[in-house]
C-alpha cells in the first residue's frame, strides 16, 4: 500500500518565478491538505481540497492556489515567489468523514 | 484560533532513558494527533488520540480531553528515537485542518 507521495523532493527557484508542487495520497484517500514548514516551526495549514473544490483555507495569500484532480491527487501552485517562500511543503491525505491526516515526505522550495 | 503548546522545547537524554512530553491547547478538540518527524522532515504518524490512552510497543499516549492536554511517554530511548514531535489537534467535526504545536526537539545520546 503506497503511502503519500510528494514531487518534487527539492526545487530551487528565484524571486518573481513561479512554482508547481505536486501530491499523490494514500490509496483510498479522497481529501488532500497542504501545509507550509519554515525552518525551525510546526507546519501551518495552507488549504484542503475535497471532491476537486478548496474546502479550506488558512492564512496564505492569493498566490497560493492549488487544484485537485479527478483521481484525487492535487497541485500546489505559487505564484510571484518571495524569499519568505522557502520552505517544507508537505501533503497530507485522509478519508474526508475520518479525522486522521498522514503526510508526505516533502518538498524543500528555496527560493534565491 | 486554537493555541497548542508543546513542553519541554529541548530534551537531550541518555539512550536508554524514559521521558515525557506535553501537549496543551486551549479548546475542545475533535482531533488530535501525535507525529514524530525525522531528520528529513518526514511526519511519522504515532498517535490518532483525541480522548484515552494508547500504547505502541515503547510509546504511548494519554490524552485529557476534559483537561485540555495530551502526553506522550517514550521508554527506554534509543538513538533513532531523535528527532522532533508534534502534537497538532483539530477543532471541527469531519475533517479540519491540523494546528500544530512549536514541537519538542529530543536528541538521545549513545
Known amino acids: 500500500d503506497a503511502g503519500v507521495t510528494q514531487s518534487p523532493t527539492h526545487l530551487i527557484k528565484t524571486r518573481g518565478q513561479q512554482v508547481t508542487l505536486r501530491c499523490s495520497p494514500k490509496?483510498?484517500?479522497?481529501?488532500v491538505s497542504w501545509y507550509q514548514q519554515a525552518l525551525g516551526q510546526g507546519p501551518q495549514f495552507i488549504f484542503q481540497?475535497?471532491?476537486?473544490?478548496?474546502?479550506q483555507r488558512g492564512n496564505f495569500p492569493d498566490r497560493f492556489s492549488g487544484h485537485q484532480f479527478p483521481n484525487y491527487s492535487s497541485e500546489l501552485n505559487v505564484n510571484a515567489l518571495l524569499l519568505g517562500d522557502s520552505a517544507l511543503y508537505l501533503c497530507?491525505?485522509?478519508?474526508?468523514?475520518?479525522?486522521?491526516?498522514?503526510f508526505g515526505p516533502g518538498t524543500r522550495l528555496t527560493v534565491l | 484560533g486554537i493555541q497548542v503548546e508543546q513542553s519541554p522545547p529541548d530534551l537531550i537524554l541518555q539512550e536508554g532513558a524514559n521521558s515525557t512530553l506535553r501537549c496543551n491547547f486551549s479548546?475542545?478538540?475533535?482531533?488530535l494527533q501525535w507525529f514524530h518527524q525525522n531528520p528529513w522532515g518526514q511526519l511519522i504518524n504515532l498517535f490518532y488520540i483525541p480522548s484515552g490512552t494508547k500504547q505502541n510497543g515503547r510509546l504511548s499516549a494519554t490524552t485529557v480531553a476534559t483537561e485540555r492536554y495530551s502526553l506522550l511517554y517514550i521508554s527506554s530511548s534509543q538513538t533513532t528515537d531523535s528527532g522532533v514531535y508534534f502534537c497538532?489537534?483539530?477543532?471541527?467535526?469531519?475533517?479540519?485542518?491540523?494546528?500544530f504545536g512549536t514541537g519538542t526537539r529530543l536528541t538521545i545520546i549513545p
Open positions: 479548546d475542545s478538540v475533535n482531533n
Open positions: 497530507a491525505s485522509s478519508f474526508y468523514v475520518m479525522k486522521e491526516q498522514f
Open positions: 481540497y475535497y471532491e476537486e473544490e478548496e474546502r
Open positions: 490509496s483510498g484517500h479522497d481529501t
Open positions: 497538532a489537534v483539530g477543532v471541527r467535526e469531519g475533517n479540519e485542518k491540523l494546528t
